[in-house]
């Protein structure tokens, strides 16, 4: 659900999100950097020293062959060298290294604001997945309505984007799509609570490119760093959502009356295309938990 308002009290926060919209959505192109090839994995230090000593037998052969040592004893004398190696220097040096996952991910160890860079990633070709499936339903590549593993999907899809569920008195009611706001080719990020929007679309209304989405969402982050940097703290407003409907409703209400820059912000909330959290944390459930049913327990 896309709830999340400032107070007036907090106008300044709400205009820095709006520069740093206006930033990530107009802003020209970060130049890209060429294409590299993706790690390889770091092979078993005990294996790669082991094979290592291997490829030294024939040189051995050779050199007892012309009168040197015999190369059984070259042969252990390089065994007890790599040994050697493995124990000391070798187990300090990977000690040095990177926690290996990251390594094998291809992860930087910059960590800004709590959000790693593999996890911008992610997130980036995460809404480009969305966009493209959103791009194919616009031009009618996919038929929910005509295929037999779709007639449980054809009611949802008119729902999926550029709607927003808004709190109401007696019951929820859900926004209105306004394909024609400006709000609605964005995408709406919310990093520490505060919240940003990201043009989604190319001006012909292709779907930017993952790399483009990625550099968007990195400044994101640098920019909610640097204002955390400054003492800066978003008002968790997104947790009155947690209340009952009619008292959020109510405190919804409130907020709006404010200012009208609460009512642009619920304007960018209900007409973007869909909402991204770029959590700085990892949400970890209590298996144990006795109130939980068993099947719900499995699923954990």
């Known amino acids: 659900m896309k709830l999340s308002l400032l107070p007036s009290a907090r106008h300044h926060s709400t205009s820095a999100s709006a520069r740093s919209m206006r930033r990530s959505s107009t802003g020209a192109a970060a130049p890209r950097s060429p294409a590299t090839l ?18 030294l037998v024939p040189f051995f052969l050779e050199q007892e062959a012309r009168g040197g040592p015999s190369h059984h004893t070259a042969l252990k004398t390089a065994a007890e060298r ?22 094998l991910q291809g992860r930087s160890s910059s960590v800004l604001a709590g959000i790693t860079p593999w996890q911008v990633r992610r997130a980036a070709w995460l809404i480009h997945r969305t966009l493209e499936f959103k791009h194919k339903l616009d031009r009618q590549d996919l038929y929910p309505d005509t295929t037999h593993t779709g007639v449980w999907f054809r009611e949802t899809v008119s729902k999926m ?4 569920r808004i709190p109401c008195s007696q019951c929820d009611t859900l926004s209105t799509p306004s394909l024609s706001a400006s709000d609605s080719r964005k995408v709406l990020v919310m990093v ?11 001006i012909d209304g292709t779907p930017i490119a993952p790399n483009e989405i ?9 920019d909610a760093a640097s204002r955390i940097q400054g003492g800066e703290r978003a008002v968790p407003v997104g947790l009155l959502s947690a209340d009952t409907r009619g008292r959020w409703a109510e405190n919804l209400q409130y907020i709006l009356s404010l200012s009208s820059t609460n009512h642009s912000t619920f304007g960018t909330i209900k007409d973007s295309l869909f909402a991204l959290s770029l959590d700085h944390y990892t949400y970890t459930p209590n298996v144990s938990d006795s109130t939980l049913p068993p099947v719900t327990r499995q699923h954990l």
């Open 192 to 202: 520490h609570d505060w919240l940003y929007a990201i043009e989604a679309y190319d």
């Open 161 to 164: 984007f550029n709607v927003c």
């Open 82 to 103: 790599a040994d050697k190696f493995e124990q000391g220097l070798g187990l300090t040096c990977q000690q040095r290294l990177i926690v290996p996952d990251m390594v």
């Open 38 to 55: 993706p790690r390889l994995p770091v092979p078993d230090l005990h294996q790669t020293l082991k094979r290592y000593t291997q490829s």
């Open 214 to 222: 990625e550099q968007r969402l990195r400044r994101i982050v640098q």
